[in-house]
């Protein structure tokens, strides 16, 4: 946290761009695949019960 509030209160000029903005591109890329693993995952395992009650389930078994 200290690292952090220093960056913050002491900036410096950013170098290449374009490879911060295709890192950060790569990670929503591969949190969408994860998110839709898990999702494909959730849906097989919910059965017939409504999202939130397998929510529920899942949570508090």
Known sequence: MVEGINKI???Y???NQIIS???LAV???F?????LVALREF???K?????IDAI???TFR
């Open 9 to 11: 209160l002491n900036p």
């Open 13 to 15: 000029p950013l170098g």
């Open 21 to 23: 903005y295709g890192v």
């Open 27 to 29: 990670g929503v890329v």
């Open 31 to 35: 949190e969408g695949l994860t998110w």
């Open 43 to 45: 849906r097989g395992s």
């Open 47 to 51: 059965g017939q019960r409504r999202w």
């Open 56 to 58: 529920k389930y899942s």
